[in-house]
Structures are given as C-alpha cells and as structure tokens.
C-alpha cells in the first residue's frame, strides 16, 4: 500500500471501540446468566475470534454493527466444542480464554496464528496447572496448540513475575470457577485493570489490595449492559500524529481514560504536548473523555517502571513521537515488548531505520534521539502487527516522498477503519 504525505491533520473522529474492553464483554456474557448487550463493540479481527471460540462452545451471540448480544449460558453451561477454537492473532482471546477452559470439565484445542504460535503461554498455562487444570501443548504448554481438560480447581495465591493483564484474567476468571476457594494474584507493577472493573459490573466480587487482585471462586455473574468506550490504544495514533504532523487539530471522541491504561497522556504532558481531556464522564465502570490535540513542540523524555504497563501497546508509536522531539528518550523496563505480537523493539527500531530516525534498541527497551527528518521512498513492513503498521502509516504523513506499507492489512486486528478515519481528517 502507498502512504503519501499530510499537509496537517484537522477534524473530529469517533474511535472505534476498546479492544480488552470488547473481548471481556463477549466473554463475561458468555457465562453470565441472562442477555448482554454491548454497544461500541469493536468489530476488529481479535474480537471476532473470541466470538467465534465461544460460538463454537454454544454460546448464541448476534453482531449488528457495533451491536452485540450474548445469550449467556452460566458458568458451568459452555459446551465442549466439536472444533479447534482458533484464536487467530489475538494474545488476549488465548490466554483469557486457557483461564475459563480451566474451570470446564470438557477437552478443547486451542490454536492461533503464526505469531500466536511464537508467544509464550506458559506464564498463564504453569499457574492454571497449579490450580488442577490438565494443559498440554507445545514445550509443556508454553506454545499453541494447546490442548485443556479443565475440571475441578483449587484456589492459589499466585506471585507473577510479569505485569500482565493477560495473566492476571486468567487466574482471576480461574479462580471464579473453584468450590469457593479464594485465589489471589500479586503482580510487579499494577497492570491494567478492565477484569476487575467489568467483573464487578457481572455483579462478582472482586478485593483489591496494592497489587493483589483476589476473588472467591463459585459466585455467578449475571448479565450486563456494557457501553464499550474509545480505545485509548487506538486514540493514541491520532494523538501523536496530532502533536507531530505541521498543521494538525485533531478531537478524540469518548475514549477511554481508565488510569491503568492512560499512560500515553502522561507521556505526551511530559513531552510538552498540546492536549487537552475534556467532556470527561466518570458514571460508567469505565472513565471516558474527549481529547484534543494540536501540533506541539515535543522533547525527550524516560519512560520507564510503573508507566510502562499503562502504555505498553502504545510504545511503537511513541518511539515514532520521539523521533519527532528535540533531544533523547529512553524506554526502558519494557522487555514485554519481545513477546507481543512482533518483537516489538526490533520491529519499530528496524523499520523506523528505514526512514532515517536516529533509534537504538537497547536489552530493555530503546533510545531514539530527536529530531530526525524522515525520509520516504522506502518499503517498510508492518510484519503482521498491527501496531506496528499504524505507527508507519502515521510516519508516512511525515515524508516527502511516499512510502510502501507491505503487510498494511494487519491493522484490520484491532482498527478496521483506521485509513478511512485518517483519509477523512487528511488536508
Ligand atoms: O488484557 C488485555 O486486554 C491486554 C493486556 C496487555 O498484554 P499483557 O497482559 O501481556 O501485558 C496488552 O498488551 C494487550 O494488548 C491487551
Ligand atoms: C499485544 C496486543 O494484543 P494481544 O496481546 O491481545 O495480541 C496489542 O493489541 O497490541
């Protein structure tokens, strides 16, 4: 695909829905007693692959549009599935999913894609073992496919080494199904926390304490109404592209500002950014707001510790906002970023190369130096991560001459009308 260059970026646009948001909805439902309606569902491609693994276990749901209603079945209702669940690209659909395929006593197989199949599952297959699960898979259960027998478990009091919210899911939504035992989850850094707020709107009982996240097996959920807000990891492509293409104002519409997540808003205050959060509404289980931005001056900044889990997705693009900043940013503390859907430090530092940012990757993280002209006429790759394809789609607005996205239709994962939204703002 041929990216051309923006003479500025001006408008509104309504974000697509959040996609952690969308998944737990879609699975919530699925085992909560009574019907779920969820508006703002994002129909991205990982979404569709939690409905489709939970279709094939029974469960009736109905998308129209951003419309979808989930026939709930109960905890111990879904049903063992006669086919493969494939989880296509999305880490979330397989690790939440391997928590609740714990607690049912049926066998099922899990697969993914290629890249699902290179991402390590044993930090969510070793703990659900502990509880009683029966997992197999490639190297113990670390890779997909996996294979499950779930049954009865027993409640853990599980130290991760990772903050993950993945892990975090699973041994929570684990936990849900034990005989009313108490299962507890302790992580390094608060990762964030969509399982908790929404299993508390299913009408669970969910205790925080610090970094523990604790919950009492055997209690039901009961259907809910869930509005999805904006996706704050897809808003933050139109953020940065904001603050860095000449001649842009850009309004976010009703995105989601859940503080375990906002960490791209603190990151562009630090840069000296431009952005105003407004209209913010705090009634629903999630904060949501309006954000505006206009082209700014940007500096160097750390990014680094407790920050990095509330933007760890939104690293790729911020790399590209650094090359844009006067001075150095340093990433650090952010290894998780090898084992997403690329190895995301080699992947933006490789291909922002390309373009000529000055960017290094280092064993944590990366250190880009600002500011860089970009140049165009290259053919860069998203690899098969979306990420990784807006964050150079949006590079692309920056150079004189075009660039070759190859690879542009992995971004269908998590923003399907990215380019529409990015065609109608474009001056
Ligand atoms: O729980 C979630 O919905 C997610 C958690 C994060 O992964 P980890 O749990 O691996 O940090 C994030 O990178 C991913 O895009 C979505
Ligand atoms: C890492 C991501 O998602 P997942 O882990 O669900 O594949 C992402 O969306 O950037």
Known sequence: MKLHSSRG??????????????????????????????????????????????????????????????????????????????AGNSGTTTRLILGLLAGTPFHSCL????????????RVTDPLKQMGASIDGRENGNFTPISIRGGSLSGISYESKVASAQVKSAILLAGLCTNGERTSITEPHK??????RMLKSFGADVEEDGLTVSIKGG?????????????????????????IVPN????LKRVG?????????????????DIKVTEVETASFEPLADLEIETSDL????????????????????????????????????????????????TVVNELKKLGADIEATEDGMIIRGKTPLI???????????????????????TEKPVELAHADAINVSYPQFFNDLARVNQ
Do not use: W, Y
């Open 299 to 346: 500096r160097g900044t750390t990014i680094s510790g407790d920050l990095i889990p509330k933007l760890i997705d939104e690293i790729p693009i911020i790399a590209l906002m650094a090359t844009q900043a006067e001075g150095k940013t340093i990433i650090k503390d952010a290894e998780e970023l090898k084992v997403k859907e690329t190895n995301r430090i080699d």
């Open 376 to 398: 165009g006429g290259a053919e860069v790759s998203s690899h098969g991560d979306h990420r990784i394809g807006m964050m150079l789609s949006i590079a692309a607005c920056l």
């Open 248 to 251: 842009s104002k850009l309004v």
């Open 9 to 86: 970026l001006q408008g509104e646009i309504q974000i697509p829905g959040d996609k952690s948001i969308s998944h737990r909805a879609v699975m919530f439902g699925s085992v909560a007693e009574g019907k779920t309606v969820i508006t703002n569902f994002l129909n991205g491609a990982d979404c569709l692959s939690t409905i489709s693994c939970f279709k094939k276990m029974g469960v009736d749901i109905t998308v129209d549009g951003t419309n979808v209603e989930v026939i709930g079945k109960g905890l111990d209702g879904l049903q063992e599935p006669a086919d493969i669940l494939d």
């Open 191 to 196: 990762s964030r926390d969509h399982t908790e």
């Open 111 to 122: 697969i993914g894609d290629e890249s699902i199949a290179k991402r390590p599952m044993s």
């Open 257 to 273: 500002i859940n503080p375990t997540r906002s960490g791209i808003l603190d990151v562009l205050e630090k840069m000296g950014a």
């Open 219 to 243: 209690q039901k959920l009961k259907a809910a109404q869930i509005e999805v807000p904006g996706d704050i990891s897809s808003a933050a492509f139109f953020l940065a592209a904001g603050a």
